[in-house]
């Protein structure tokens, strides 16, 4: 590859972002990160609320200014919610939606001119299975990314003649320090922590650096024919039905 390629990445000052934005390094590309505490160098580090619409529009161009353009946009930046549809106000619900779908909505709407000019443009949102399998405790959670991952078909449907590829990843439970906070805030963390581990067939939590890996993968050239797609990396968690090992 002659041309080096310039990715942003939002929420990427911790977790799956952060180990994205290391993983797109790793292949030769040029990495600014979003978040309300951007990491610093090797990355262009800009802060940035993505529910806030020209700080958006102003953080996207400083970053496409500074990488010298934009070919890569993930959509990372996301934050979590527990409880069933009796157990979080409007206000909650509103919140959640603001950051984990209308957030993607204005940083890619704000990205997309500089996209256009990409000769390999690519798209990815941070999804998860509780868009696919239904999850005790995780409604408000489950129906933004149910929201994300039909937002990414329809996304790839609007842009693939633009010459942009759209696609997701959908992490099972990753360990990450939102699920440490989780964990920490438990009556037992221990127990709660085998908990989320039996709950995924490989008998552990995802790790950042293996949702990055599949990240990585979808931003490249390599996955030039893929599009439209959701890329499962979750133990198995969606599609295995194993019989119980006692």
């Known amino acids: 590859m002659t041309q080096q390629l310039k990715a942003l990445v939002t929420g990427g000052g911790s977790g799956i972002g952060l180990a994205a934005a290391h993983a797109l390094a790793a292949r030769g590309m040029k990495v600014a990160c979003l978040d309300?505490?951007?990491p610093g160098e090797p990355f262009v580090g800009i802060k940035c609320d993505v529910t806030d619409d020209a700080g958006v529009r102003a953080a996207v161009a400083e970053a496409a200014e500074r990488l010298g353009g934009l070919d890569v946009l993930v959509n990372n930046a996301g934050i979590g919610a527990q409880g069933t549809v009796e157990d979080?106000?409007?206000?909650?619900?509103?919140?959640v939606y603001d950051v984990n779908v209308v957030g993607m909505v204005r940083v890619t709407r704000a990205a997309l001119p500089y996209l256009r000019r990409s000769e390999h443009a690519s798209i990815v949102n941070t999804c998860s299975v509780a868009a696919t399998a239904g999850l005790p405790q995780r409604a408000l959670y489950s129906a933004t990314k149910g929201a994300v991952l039909s937002l990414t078909l329809a996304m790839?449907?609007?842009?693939?003649?633009?010459g942009i590829r759209v696609n997701c990843?959908?992490?099972?439970?990753?360990?990450?320090?939102?699920?440490?906070?989780?964990?920490d805030?438990?009556?037992?963390?221990?127990?709660?922590?085998?908990?989320?581990?039996?709950?995924?067939?490989?008998?552990?939590?995802v790790s950042a650096e293996e949702v990055a890996a599949a990240i990585a993968y979808l931003a490249g050239p390599e996955a030039g024919a893929t599009t439209?797609?959701?890329?499962?990396?979750d133990g198995g968690m969606q599609g295995l039905r194993l019989r119980p090992s006692h």
Request: aromatic share 4%; net charge negative.
């Open 228 to 233: 439209g797609t959701a890329l499962a990396v």
């Open 88 to 95: 979080n106000p409007d206000s909650e619900w509103h919140r």
């Open 169 to 183: 990843v959908n992490p099972g439970t990753a360990d990450t320090p939102w699920v440490g906070r989780l964990l």
């Open 185 to 205: 805030a438990a009556d037992d963390p221990e127990a709660e922590r085998a908990a989320l581990n039996a709950r995924q067939p490989m008998g552990r939590l």
């Open 156 to 162: 790839a449907a609007d842009h693939i003649r633009e």
């Open 36 to 38: 309300l505490n951007p």
